[in-house]
């Protein structure tokens, strides 16, 4: 025969079911090349198997093995390979499921494919704390052998739901979660050609023991036999529920019983509704309910935060004197602030040293005494965090013992649960401390009022060096007698606005604000003010908005005015299309020297902080609300004595008002009472 019909020939063999071999073995599908839907052989078409239930989380529902059932929660591989006895050489395993806290050192199970008179895995896959392990048992040799390979840094004990698609073929494995980069890994033995499942049995979250039991929620577990399954997942929008195959009682829209209303198939939420005072709001709180009982309030933590979903609207009604907190001189300046696990405090800036200033802890409802902190005629503390470092500045306007002036940082100690010095920094009669957050990177910027009699100094930003744990020189600005900065951010841009009071002559001049660009705060707009002591930026729907407390009109060459006290502040506001602050209104001020804004359900309010009128220090507080196209008007008169700053702030009993005052050993906390 020529070469040319043997070939013929043995064309001819093959087209007709010659089959190709490999191994010595006709090769033919032992299953339809579609999805096969491991987890529906599991769940009995009129109902739940004993030892699963139902549970919907996140707006999704999965299924949850019970440890006293492992060998009930599997069936015979032959109900999914119907032509042959062999698993696939290729395919994909899809896996949605949510797990929770695996201990170290600790082993779950998703699947195994078992033969029955064996302990050994044929095919598996597992999970352990950031790994998953893909098993399979190897015949090539006559004693076979246990094959894993294992994908490192799976982070999947988040609480969430995760879909993964794990496509094998030959000596490669790929694993994708949540249609992420794929983790490839190519080991020596391949996947077998021809894996026997004879007498098989699948099994489901275990391995036909109760150790290794998966304590978590599956919703889906896919076999998709010669193909990857990731282009037919990651298309969709919400990857993490994307589906190929899932059981009937899983399914979105609940199946109706055709004679009646009720649920064919029953399910359960783990939600859970926390009573009581304010609980932590973490990872392991997340999908959470707290009702807040005095605020006929329920929210939901997203992981961090409480989210209000439910609450009674409140109506500022009037404001009611609560603790009048003796303090250890008189106040400059006062910082309300939480400690996560810790609690609720408030730090006050106080003129005198001894006792330097001190910090408040609320407890039962009131602020007591918690720690004292040698200061120098303290102007301000600020409060902020990096990462999980907790610090506290102040900002001295004397010098100490030593002749030095300086201001300090202090950092919480966890162990001590106290304030201990940090860093000390050299400022110029400091008022003001501002700490924020720029393309990851944390700064603290302090306002040097004067040096000696000059009041046209620099005022310093400094950047935290990661690699030190200390805040160095970052960029110096030009200011005149400073007294505030503010830093707020609209969409990707960032400002710094800076409070100039005094020049030297006048305190008629311009406070600047500044926007970030190329690394530095460059000069966004210049605005005229008049003895500014503070700036105060909020929000009110989409519209922005920037008062300022101008203290005092003076002017070394001009006319003495009738007072120098009684003046404007002013409320701007920011027009997009003209790319600046324009003034919104004015309000009539008495040495106003703070602004503080708050909310109390869906009404916005404004107070300030009126020190003086030119005739007496004992001058009424006013807190204004918004009132849409009238501005602001005022609703409550506050009498206060030389008011220096306000506070706001919110317990589980209330909301709460708290000022200082610059003229007495005396601050005094409000409560807002509402209807």
Not at 384 to 397: E, P, Q, S
Not at 609 to 625: E, K, L, M, P, Q
Request: with cysteine.
């Amino acid at each position: 025969m020529s070469a040319s019909l043997l070939l013929w020939a043995v064309l001819l063999h093959w087209a007709s079911g010659g089959g190709l071999a490999r191994g010595g073995r006709r090769w033919q599908h032992c299953t339809d090349l579609r999805p096969l839907d491991i987890l529906s052989e599991v769940v009995p078409a009129g109902g739940l198997a004993r030892g699963l239930r139902v549970f919907q989380v996140q707006g999704m529902r999965g299924l949850q093995l019970a440890a006293a059932w492992p060998r009930a929660l599997g069936f015979p591989a032959s109900r999914l390979f119907v032509h042959c006895d062999r698993f696939p050489e290729e395919f994909s395993i899809i896996v949605t499921l949510r797990v929770l806290d695996v201990p170290a050192k600790r082993n779950e199970y998703v699947f195994t494919l078992m033969a029955e008179e064996s302990p050994s895995v044929l095919v598996g896959l597992r999970y352990a704390p950031s790994k998953l392990h893909f098993l399979f048992w190897s015949q090539e040799r006559s004693s076979g052998w246990q094959t894993r390979v294992t994908f490192r840094n799976v982070s999947l004990a988040d609480s969430r739901w995760h879909t993964l698609v794990l496509a094998v073929s030959g000596q490669s494995f790929s694993l994708t979660v949540d249609c992420s980069s794929p983790k490839d890994v190519v080991v020596e033995t391949p996947f077998p050609a021809s894996l026997s499942v004879k007498r098989a049995r699948f099994y489901l979250g275990n391995r036909r023991r109760r150790k290794g039991l998966f304590t978590g929620l599956l919703r889906q577990l896919v076999l998709l036999p010669g193909a990857d399954a990731t282009p037919r997942i990651c298309p969709a929008v919400n990857f993490e529920a994307a589906t190929l195959s899932i059981p009937a009682v899983l399914q979105d829209v609940p199946v109706k019983s055709v004679s009646n209303e009720v649920l064919k198939f029953p399910y359960e939420t783990d939600m859970k509704v926390t009573l009581g005072s304010r609980p932590p709001c973490t990872k392991q709180e997340k999908a959470q309910f707290w009702f807040n009982a005095p605020r006929r309030g329920l929210y939901l933590c997203d992981g961090s935060t409480w989210i209000s979903m439910l609450e009674a609207k409140q109506r500022l009604d009037y404001v009611e004197e609560h603790q009048s907190l003796v303090t250890n001189s008189e106040t400059m300046g006062i910082e309300v602030f939480t400690i996560p696990k810790v609690g609720l405090f408030a730090a006050t800036a106080n003129r005198y040293t001894p006792p330097g200033s001190a910090v408040y802890k609320w407890t039962d409802g009131k602020f007591v005494p918690y720690q004292n902190i040698p200061t120098y005629q303290a102007q301000s503390w600020k409060y902020f965090t990096i990462g999980k470092r907790i610090f506290l500045a102040v900002a001295n306007f004397e010098q100490n013992d030593r002749g030095q002036e300086f201001s300090v940082i202090y950092k919480w100690s966890h162990r001590k649960e106290k304030f201990i010095t940090h860093q000390r920094i050299t400022t110029h009669s400091a008022r003001d401390w501002e700490a924020f957050v720029i393309e990851g990177e944390a700064f603290l910027a302090v306002v040097n009022h004067r040096e000696g009699n000059n009041h046209n100094i620099d005022s310093v930003i400094y950047r935290w060096n990661p690699r030190t744990g200390l805040f160095e020189t970052n960029q110096t600005i030009p200011t005149s007698g400073a007294y505030d900065w503010e830093f707020f951010t609209i969409g990707p841009y960032s400002f710094l606005a800076v409070a100039n009071t005094f020049n030297g002559t006048s305190t008629k001049i311009y406070s600047h604000i500044y926007i970030w660009l190329r690394g530095s705060f460059q000069l966004f707009q210049s605005i005229l003010t008049f003895g500014a002591a503070d700036w105060e930026v909020f929000h009110i729907g989409d519209r922005v908005f920037l008062a300022v407390a101008n203290s005092h009109s003076y002017d070394s060459g001009m006319p003495v005015p009738s007072n120098f006290y009684a003046i404007n502040s002013s409320i701007y506001e920011l027009n997009v299309t003209a790319q600046m602050f324009v003034k919104f209104q004015d309000l009539l001020t008495y040495s106003a020297l703070d602004w503080e804004f708050f909310s109390m359900g869906d009404d916005s309010f404004l107070v300030v902080a009126n020190s003086f009128d030119g005739f007496t220090f004992s001058v009424n507080s006013i807190i204004y609300r918004w009132q849409g196209y009238e501005g602001f008007v005022a609703v409550h008169h506050l009498p206060t004595v030389g008011c220096r700053d306000w506070e706001a702030f919110n317990t589980t009993e209330g909301s709460y008002l708290i000022y200082s005052s610059a003229k007495e050993p005396l601050s005094k906390v409000l409560k807002l009472k509402t209807t």
